[in-house]
C-alpha cells in the first residue's frame, strides 16, 4: 500500500468517556457534531469535527483533517483529501482506511513473473502507523522484511514456510503458511518486501504467490484456501483496514494548555497521544458529554433521566454528577443500588437498636484487629509467593540449585529500590526499548549507576527468556562482558540489574553521521578483539559453553574508557559439555542471522561467529546489515562484502577513515578474516578463539607508527574528560524473530 507523503490519512476520534476507562458513544442524540453549515455525513459514515467534509472549506481544524465525499459512488464514499484512500471507519481512538497488499508470483521454474511491495509513508503528516497494526506474510516458502525509514530506524520480518497443506493449521498464523510480527509505536514510514527462499518450485503445485499486508491483525483469519487463491490481494483490499493513529500539533498537554491555539473547550481535560511523538487530544470530563473541540465545550449530563434514585427518593442533577435524597417518612441514602429509601416506623426501638449496634460494631473491631496482626504475615508472605512463582522464581531456584555462589553474588533488590532509583521509571530515564520490555537508567542509594532491563507482562515463553539470561550472567566473569548485579522478583513483571555502560552501543558509533574523533581504525580494532575474547570465552572459558545467539553492534556496548561489552543474553543457550550442536527453535536478528543455522535449526558457537563477521564488516564499511536505499545485490552487507573481495573490490566499500589509517596489507587481512567467518558451512569457519587471536595479532601491525601514537595521544585526551551519556533514548533499530 502506498500513502502519498504530501496527502495523508487522518484519524479523529471525540472521546466522551470517563477519567476512568469506561467509553461512551463519540455523540449522543442533539450533540454538535460539526462546524455550523457543515455537511455532517459521507454516505454512511458520520465525520466529526476536527474532522471536515469538503477541501478548504473551513470544516476541518486544519487540511490535514480535510476529507473528500465522492459523489460518484452510491452511496457516496469518504476519502482523506485528494487521495484514493477511503476511510472505512472513524471510531473513538483510530482511523481505519482502506489497505493494499503486496506480493509476488512465480512460474513452476521458479521464474518470479509478478511482484509489488506495501509501503505506508507519513512522512510530512500528523498520523502514525499504530502497533495494533501486524505485519503479516502468507505463503509456503517466503521471507518478509520490513524496513522502517532513517528517521524510525527500524528493520525486522518474519519467515512463512511449509512443505505441503497437511500440516497447516486454519487460524494459525504461527510461521507455517502464515506467520505475523509486531511493529513498534510512533512508526511514520514502513516498506515491506516478501522474497521467495527456493522459488515455490517445490510448492508451486498449490502455492504460486506469497503475499504481505500491514493491518488489523483482528480482520484477518489465515485459511489453507489462500495459499491458491487468485483474489487474495482484493480481499485483503476490501476486509483488512490500515489502522492510524492521530494527535493535533507536536506539543503535548502541558506545553499545549500554556499555548493561544489550544484547542479543548469547557469542561473537557487533554490527554497526551501516547504515540511517543508528542501531540494531544481532548476527551469531555466525567460526567460530561459533547464534542470537546467545539465551543461551548462538553455539556452536563443528566444522570436524573436514568432514574438512578430509589423509587422514595428524590434525584438532584449537580454539575458533572447528581444527588439521592429520600422522601419525607423515608430514610436512607436514596440510591437504587445502596441502600435506598426505608420508611420510618415509630414503634421501631431505635435506641436500643442503636446500642445493640454500638456494641456489636466494637466487638467487630476488635475481633478484626486480632485477625489482622495474626493474618498479616501470613497475606504477605502469599503475595511474596505468588509473584515469586509468577516471575518464573521456581526455575531460578531449580537451575542454581546446584550453583550456591551465583545465588550467593546475586542480590535481590525490592520494587521501592528500584522504583526510587528510576524515578518511579520516568521518561527520560529510559536508556533503550526492545521487544520484550525498556531499559531505564538508574541511580542507587549508594550512588551507584545501574541499567535496570524492565520486561512486560510475559507469557511462559518470555519467562523462560528471564531466567536464561539470569542463569547465564551469574556464571560469566569477564571484563569484555556487561556484568549482572541481581533482579527483582516482587513486581507483577520481573527486572534485572546491570552493571551502567555509559557510552552507548557501537552501533551507534559506526552509523553516527558526523563520526567521532576517538573512533580510529585503532579503536575498531580494539573493540573488535576485546568482544572477539568476550565470546570466545563464552564459548571454551566458561563453566559451561555458551552461544550467545544474537551477536551484532547494538548488543555490544562501550564504557566510559571506551571499553567493549557484550550485553543481552534473553536469547542465549547452555550447551552442555558432551554436545557439539544444539536443537533450538530459530532466533536472532536478520542481517546478522546464520544461514546454516536458520536452514537447519541446528545452534553451535560457529553461529556466533557468522554474526561476528558482520559487526567486523560493519566496523570497516560503516555500512548497515540491512540497507533499503541499495540496489538488491547490496541489501544484504554479508553478502556484498564477499562479493567485494572475490572481485578485488574492498579497498573500494571500506569506510574513508579505515583506508587512511589502516595499512593496505591490514585491511586485506581483516578482510579475509571477515570472509571465513562469513562461509556459508560452519565447519568451515574459524572458531572464536582464533578469531580473537588473529585480531590480536593484526592490531600490533601498523602501516606507520607514529600514527598509532598519535591516536594513542588523541585517545588519552579524549578519555581524561567526563564521558558524555551516549546511551541515549532510541527504538532499537533490529526486529529480531524474538527481540529483546
Not at 509476488?104 to 511482484?115: H, M, P, S, V
Not at 481532548?282 to 460530561?288: F, V
Not at 570466545?536 to 552461544?547: E, K, R, T
Request: glycine share 8%; aromatic share 10%.
Amino acid at each position: 500500500m502506498f500513502l502519498n507523503s504530501a496527502f495523508f490519512q487522518l484519524f479523529f476520534s471525540l472521546l466522551p468517556l470517563a477519567l476512568a476507562t469506561t467509553h461512551t458513544k463519540l455523540f449522543t442524540q442533539g450533540t454538535t457534531i460539526t462546524k455550523p453549515n457543515c455537511q455532517a455525513k459521507c454516505g454512511n459514515l458520520t465525520v466529526p469535527f476536527p474532522f471536515g467534509i469538503g477541501r478548504e472549506t473551513g470544516c476541518s481544524i486544519n487540511p490535514w483533517f480535510d476529507v473528500y465525499c465522492n459523489a460518484s459512488f452510491n452511496p457516496p464514499k469518504p476519502f482523506i483529501s485528494e487521495t484514493n484512500l477511503e476511510i472505512f471507519e472513524i471510531a473513538e481512538d483510530n482511523l481505519r482506511v482502506k489497505n493494499t497488499a503486496g506480493g509476488a508470483c512465480y512460474d513452476k521454474l521458479g521464474n518470479r513473473e509478478y511482484r509489488d511491495q506495501a509501503i505506508i509513508n507519513l512522512a510530512t503528516s500528523p498520523f502514525t502507523i499504530s502497533d495494533s497494526n501486524k505485519f503479516t506474510v502468507v505463503g509456503c516458502d517466503e521471507l518478509g522484511i520490513i524496513l522502517g525509514s532513517e528517521e524510525s530506524n527500524f528493520s525486522g520480518g518474519c519467515f512463512a514456510l511449509c512443505s505441503s497443506t497437511d500440516s497447516l493449521i486454519e487460524g494459525d498464523c504461527s510461521g507455517f503458511g502464515c506467520c505475523q510480527t509486531s511493529i513498534p509505536k510512533g512508526l511514520k514510514k514502513l516498506n515491506a518486501t516478501v522474497t521467495s527462499l527456493d522459488g515455490h518450485i517445490s510448492v508451486w503445485s498449490f502455492n504460486p504467490c506469497g503475499y504481505s499486508f500491514f493491518g488489523d491483525p483482528n480482520s484477518y483469519s489465515f485459511s489453507v484456501s489462500d495459499l491458491n487463491d487468485s483474489s487474495f490481494e482484493e480481499r485483503i483490499t476490501q476486509n483488512v483496514p490500515v489502522v492510524l493513529e492521530w494527535a493535533i500539533g507536536i506539543q503535548n498537554c502541558s506545553q499545549a494548555t500554556k499555548s493561544n491555539d489550544y484547542t479543548c473547550f469547557r469542561n473537557s481535560i487533554c490527554v497526551d497521544s501516547g504515540t511517543g511523538l508528542g501531540g494531544y487530544r481532548c476527551i469531555c470530563s466525567q460526567g460530561y458529554e459533547g464534542n470537546p473541540y467545539l465551543s461551548p465545550g462538553c455539556t452536563d449530563i443528566n444522570e436524573c433521566v436514568n432514574t438512578p434514585c430509589d423509587e422514595h427518593g428524590i434525584c438532584t442533577n449537580t454539575p458533572g454528577n447528581f444527588h439521592c435524597s429520600c422522601k419525607k417518612g423515608y430514610r436512607g441514602d436514596g440510591i437504587k443500588d445502596g441502600r435506598g429509601c426505608t420508611a420510618d416506623n415509630s414503634g421501631f426501638p431505635v435506641i436500643n437498636f442503636s446500642l445493640g449496634i454500638s456494641f456489636g460494631f466494637l466487638a467487630m473491631i476488635i475481633a478484626v484487629t486480632v485477625i489482622y496482626f495474626i493474618t498479616k504475615k501470613w497475606k504477605l508472605m502469599k503475595l511474596r509467593e505468588k509473584f515469586f512463582q509468577q516471575n518464573g522464581g521456581l526455575l531460578l531456584k531449580q537451575q542454581l540449585s546446584s550453583n550456591e555462589s551465583s545465588m550467593k553474588s546475586t542480590k535481590i533488590f525490592t520494587a521501592e529500590e528500584l522504583e526510587k532509583a528510576t524515578n518511579n521509571y520516568a521518561e527520560d530515564r529510559i536508556l533503550g526499548r526492545g521487544g520484550y520490555g525498556v531499559v531505564y537508567k538508574g541511580i542507587l542509594h549508594n550512588q551507584l549507576l545501574v541499567a535496570i532491563k524492565k520486561s512486560r507482562v510475559m507469557d511462559q515463553t518470555q519467562i523462560e527468556q528471564f531466567i536464561n539470561e539470569v542463569i547465564i550472567l551469574t556464571q560469566v566473569n569477564h571484563r569484555n562482558v556487561v556484568n549482572i548485579l541481581g533482579c527483582c522478583l516482587e513486581t507483577e513483571v520481573p527486572m534485572l540489574v546491570y552493571e551502567y555502560v555509559s557510552n552507548g552501543t557501537l552501533c551507534h558509533h559506526i552509523h553516527n553521521n558526523g563520526g567521532m574523533p576517538w573512533f580510529s581504525w585503532d579503536s575498531r580494532l580494539r573493540i573488535a578483539t576485546e568482544a572477539a575474547g568476550a565470546l570466545a570465552y563464552l564459548h571454551s572459558a566458561a563453566g559451561m559453553p555458551i552461544i550467545h545467539r544474537d551477536v551484532k553492534s547494538p548488543n555490544i556496548l562501550l564504557d566510559e574508557y571506551y571499553t567493549a561489552k557484550i550485553a543481552d543474553f534473553g536469547a542465549s543457550r547452555l550447551v552442555p559439555l558432551d554436545q557439539a550442536q544444539v536443537s533450538t527453535l530459530v532466533q536472532g536478528t536478520i542481517g546478522y542471522l546464520d544461514p546454516e543455522y536458520f536452514q537447519t535449526s541446528q545452534l553451535t558457537e560457529k553461529s556466533d561467529v557468522y554474526s561476528f563477521g558482520v559487526v567486523l564488516a560493519e566496523l570497516m564499511t560503516g555500512r548497515k546489515p540491512l540497507s533499503n536505499t541499495k540496489s538488491d545485490d547490496e541489501k544484504s552487507l554479508a553478502t556484498f562484502f564477499v562479493m567485494s573481495l572475490k572481485e578485488n573490490r574492498l579497498f573500494q566499500i571500506m569506510d574513508p577513515r579505515v583506508l587512511r589509517e589502516g595499512s593496505l596489507e591490514q585491511i586485506q587481512s581483516v578482510g579475509e578474516l571477515v570472509k571465513r567467518c562469513l562461509k556459508l558451512h560452519g565447519e568451515e569457519r574459524p572458531t572464536m578463539n582464533e578469531v580473537a587471536m588473529e585480531l590480536e595479532g593484526l592490531r600490533q601491525f601498523s602501516r606507520h607508527p607514529w600514527t598509532k601514537q598519535e591516536i594513542q595521544e588523541e585517545g588519552i585526551g579524549l578519555m581524561s574528560e567526563d564521558p558524555s551519556d551516549l546511551y541515549t533514548v532510541r527504538f532499537n533499530s533490529d526486529l529480531k524473530t524474538e527481540d529483546f
